[in-house]
């Protein structure tokens, strides 16, 4: 898998990174909302470095002009339901995007073990498009697997991209072995570890229930 840690420079991004880790400031929703959302936008430019472009001409009031424009098909499918706000950021830049959506619910088994449940799906054929994965949180990497496994069903992309915002090192790990290797992941940051509960250290908590308000528990 080719990682692509935005962190690695210095950037905005940083502000934007501390002001969803800060304790003080993460709960005002909006602002955790909008910069999950800013993070996204910058995560789809620099992916949109990677893509493929044809030259077209324009017609401008005065004269044409050759430019280069994205000739990819792209699906954005965002993970229910902290993926929302990310979702809405990356679309700001690819505003053309089909976008699909699915659940999937993380759970502890009585084992200890992590298991995720893809609960619902609605996507397009993604046949020789580039399928973009929209996951806030890259923990365990369960879920982007069992997203990846359900898409399956319905085609063949030509590339896979991974937007995160911040991930563990052992659910990236995992996620190098399980998908395909030409799969990029484009990630605000990276920490180092998971806690018991599977929860990104020092990362910043839910995001879901950040963005939206604590969930009843199953």
């Known amino acids: ?13 940083n ?70 706000p990310l979702h809405d950021g990356i679309l700001n830049f690819f505003d053309w995007a089909d976008c699909s959506f699915i659940s999937a619910y993380r759970y502890q088994t009585p084992e200890k073990e992590f298991e995720v449940t893809v609960e619902y799906l609605a996507s397009q054929n993604l046949d020789n498009k580039v399928l973009v994965l929209a996951d806030p949180m890259l923990a365990t990497g369960q879920s982007i697997l069992a997203t990846f496994e359900a898409l399956s069903k319905v085609g063949l992309p030509k590339e896979v991209h991974i937007l995160s915002v911040i991930g563990a090192q052992p659910g990236i790990e995992f996620l190098e072995k399980e998908l395909p290797k030409d799969t990029r992941l484009w990630i605000g940051d990276i920490d180092l570890q998971l806690n018991k509960k599977g929860y990104i250290v020092p990362g910043l908590g839910d995001a879901g229930d950040l963005a939206f308000g604590t969930r009843l528990q199953k």
């Open 1 to 13: 898998m080719e990682i692509h840690n935005i962190s690695k420079q210095n950037s905005v991004v």
């Open 15 to 84: 502000h934007f990174l501390a002001e969803l880790r800060d304790e003080k400031i993460q709960n005002d929703r909006m602002r955790f909302r909008k910069n999950i959302a800013r993070i996204g936008e910058v995560l789809a430019y620099e992916m949109s470095k990677s893509l493929h472009y044809t030259s077209e001409a324009i017609t401008t009031p005065l004269d044409k002009k050759e430019v280069n424009l994205i000739d990819d098909e792209l699906v954005v499918c965002s993970i229910l339901r902290a993926g929302i």
